[in-house]
């Protein structure tokens, strides 16, 4: 049970560094630098997600010791997975229910969107980015000797 907790405060801290560089890079970019809000925010949502995965892969998911480019580009693919489940919580709760006011989109994208977005973040990076090998007996990350590649690896 006290891993799972370390697992959890582990993610959410790495989770709220890259929302506050999120947040502040979008802030700057949007202001100063004078990007338009779709290039500020794209922008700042690839710097969140490298800033999260550093904070996974050198903390919370350490032992697992991922390799190459294949880690990270799982892991973008989960965020934008976890953006679009924000997104899609607030068209429903805008457009469908007509919800429309700012109280509302705020509820349903940065409320409930952020807390199922989050769910699903969770479960793909500990499932699909940051596997453990847990279910082959040996120790997470291990390599065997017979393949060569890494115990849950794809590539081995």
Do not use: K
């Given at each position: 049970?006290?891993?799972?907790?370390?697992?959890?405060?582990?993610?959410?801290?790495?989770?709220?560094?890259?929302?506050?560089?999120?947040?502040?890079?979008?802030?700057?970019?949007r202001g100063p630098a004078g990007l338009g809000p779709l290039t500020a925010k794209a922008l700042s949502f690839v710097a969140?997600?490298?800033?999260?995965?550093?904070?996974?892969?050198?903390?919370?998911?350490?032992?697992?010791?991922?390799?190459?480019?294949?880690?990270?580009?799982?892991?973008?693919?989960?965020?934008?997975?976890?953006?679009?489940?924000?997104?899609?919580?607030?068209?429903?709760?805008?457009?469908?229910?007509?919800?429309?006011?700012?109280?509302?989109?705020?509820?349903?994208?940065?409320?409930?969107?952020?807390?199922?977005?989050?769910?699903?973040?969770?479960?793909?990076?500990?499932?699909?980015?940051?596997?453990?090998?847990?279910?082959?007996?040996?120790?997470?990350?291990?390599?065997?000797?017979?393949?060569?590649?890494?115990?849950?690896?794809?590539?081995?």
């Open positions: 049970m006290v891993a799972g907790r370390r697992e959890l405060l582990g993610f959410a801290t790495a989770g709220l560094l890259a929302y506050a560089v999120d947040l502040g890079l979008f802030t700057v970019l969140a997600c490298s800033v999260a995965y550093a904070g996974n892969a050198l903390g919370t998911y350490r032992h697992t010791r991922p390799r190459g480019l294949r880690p990270y580009a799982v892991f973008f693919a989960v965020n934008a997975a976890g953006a679009a489940v924000q997104l899609l919580c607030l068209a429903v709760s805008h457009y469908g229910l007509g919800l429309t006011s700012q109280r509302a989109d705020t509820v349903s994208g940065a409320g409930i969107g952020m807390a199922l977005a989050t769910i699903l973040r969770f479960w793909g990076t500990r499932t699909l980015v940051f596997r453990s090998g847990e279910t082959t007996g040996r120790r997470p990350g291990s390599w065997t000797g017979t393949t060569g590649g890494r115990v849950g690896s794809w590539t081995g």
